[in-house]
């Protein structure tokens, strides 16, 4: 099993809608979790944190259920500019991190 | 955050050949990695540079074929020696700092091999 698994995505939406990613990991003794976000041929940048009572950024949510070992990522208002890769990440013990295959986001005009 | 300059951005290479990859922070650091993300792929951590010691190697990953160097806190190089048509991949360098949360990462390198 990997560690961190996604939505196979891709994920086709119209401007404005709301899209929700999902993300568990095997380790429960991971101690730190992100959402980083990829564009096309471009390195990953850091979206935001995730937090056991949970966080928001503007339009993005971020949730941990660490009885469930899953995190989950809400896009609000889907804008163009949303298009990308989002990575799941998770930080096991120790310093180095995890990803996650990654979703594909489209979101169309 | 660190900005983090990494070179050569792509380069392709003969196979048999080796590359050495340059990661120049402009800040001390604590933690510097290196990973690999093959073609629509994620991201695999390959080491954890180590200043001043040998690198730690992730399952997979030897030091014979990945050999990593970070004299100091602002700089490693990553090694893919003897490469292979399967060592064409993109490869980064990420950087971290004790106490904060999440990690920067430069703009990668794209290696083919021929």
């Known amino acids: 099993r990997k560690e961190v698994e996604q939505d196979p995505g891709p994920f086709n939406v119209p401007e404005g809608a709301t899209v929700a990613f999902n993300c568990t990991y095997s380790?429960?003794?991971?101690?730190?979790f992100f959402w980083y976000r990829q564009d096309c041929r471009k390195e990953p940048k850091l979206l935001m944190s995730?937090?056991?009572s949970g966080n928001e950024d503007g339009r993005f949510t971020a949730q941990l259920n660490r009885a469930s070992q899953y995190i989950s990522l809400l896009i609000r208002d889907s804008k163009l500019s949303d298009s990308a890769t989002y990575l799941c990440?998770?930080?096991?013990?120790?310093?180095?991190?995890?990803f996650g295959k990654g979703t594909s986001l489209l979101v169309t005009p | 955050s660190a900005v983090i300059s990494q070179k050569p951005s792509r380069d392709i290479c003969q196979r048999g050949t080796s590359l050495t990859i340059q990661c120049q922070v402009d800040?001390?650091?604590?933690?510097m990695f290196w990973y690999r993300q093959q073609p629509g792929q994620s991201l695999t951590l390959i080491a954890t540079?180590?200043?001043?010691?040998?690198?730690?190697?992730e399952s997979g990953f030897v030091i014979d074929k990945f050999p990593i160097s970070r004299p100091n806190l602002t700089f490693s190089t990553l090694t893919v020696s003897n490469m292979s048509p399967e060592d064409s991949s993109i490869y980064l360098c990420?950087?971290?700092?004790?106490?904060?949360?999440?990690?920067?990462f430069g703009s990668g390198t794209r290696l083919t091999v021929v």
């Open positions: 540079a180590n200043q001043g010691s040998e690198a730690t190697y």
């Open positions: 380790n429960s003794a991971s101690q730190s």
């Open positions: 995730v937090y056991s």
């Open positions: 800040s001390q650091v604590t933690m």
């Open positions: 990420s950087v971290g700092m004790e106490g904060k949360e999440g990690y920067t």
């Open positions: 990440v998770v930080r096991r013990s120790g310093y180095a991190l995890n």
